[in-house]
């Protein structure tokens, strides 16, 4: 297998749990990175954490993804080198609260919509072009099983991540004669990030959701999506669907206890 390094990653979402746990695993394996997310502080304290333990180069840009002049200010601030984005992760997304579709919140619908579909077509639009020239590069999304199966009270966050999936898709066909990968992740639940906490706004007890049963742990996820960067320029991993060993979909999970002790 190949093992790439010096390539540029473009990360959304870095501040914490898959993004983090992908930026981590990037930069053990030489890659320069582009992180951002809304929390400076931790952009700062990742970077230099990442670069002090592997030596990496990383650029933190700070935005709303939500924000489109935002966006491409940030995107404008990189040097003509540091825009050779080989690989952009679309990582950055949500999903607000958690009820019936005739008692959900519209704020909440809206904001789902601006980060996980919209924050992802602005990125790719600035991104892609540079890919499209130098006919290379990778676009990996982040999608979820949400995106390929709905539950109840899922409506909205599920739309989208439907929609992350046609975009995945269609992208696809976009590019790929350009040489340019696309590929998805379609995780079930993650835990090692704040997504539930998000969901349930702060809520610790709500968020709690995976104490009787064993996820993913974002650093599962991390290590997939290097798999598939570090694949070679003839193969494209095009969709990983993975759950944990006691999910076995949207709406089956083994709620019975944890069971994620290593066998002896
Ligand atoms: P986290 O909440 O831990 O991470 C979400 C990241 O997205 C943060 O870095 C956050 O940064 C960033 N983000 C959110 N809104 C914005 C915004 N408006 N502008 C810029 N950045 C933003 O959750 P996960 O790691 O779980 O989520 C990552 C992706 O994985 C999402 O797309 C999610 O839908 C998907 N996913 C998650 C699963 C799970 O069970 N955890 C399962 C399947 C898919 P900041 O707050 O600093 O802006
Ligand atoms: C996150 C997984 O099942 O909470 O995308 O929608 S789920």
Partial sequence: MNIPSKRIALITGATSGIGSATAKILAKNGYKLIITGRRQERLNEIKHKLHAKYGAE????????RD???VENA???LSPK????????NNAGLAKGFNPIFEGN???WETMIDTNVKGLLYMTRLVSPIMVENRKGHILNICSTAGHDVYPNGNVYSATKFAVDALTKSMRLDLYKYGIKV???SPGHVE?????????EGDQQRAKIYDDFAPLKASDVAATIHFILSQPKNVNIQDVLMMGTQQAGSNFIDRSGRDDKEQE
Wanted: glycine share 0%; aromatic share 14%.
């Fill in 192 to 200: 090692e990030t704040e997504f539930a906490l998000v969901r349930f």
């Fill in 183 to 185: 590929s998805q992740i």
């Fill in 75 to 77: 995107w404008k601030s």
């Fill in 82 to 89: 540091w825009q050779k984005v080989d690989i952009l992760i």
């Fill in 58 to 65: 990383i650029i933190e840009l700070c935005f709303d993804i």
């Fill in 68 to 70: 489109q002049q935002a």
């Fill in 106 to 108: 519209i704020s909440d």
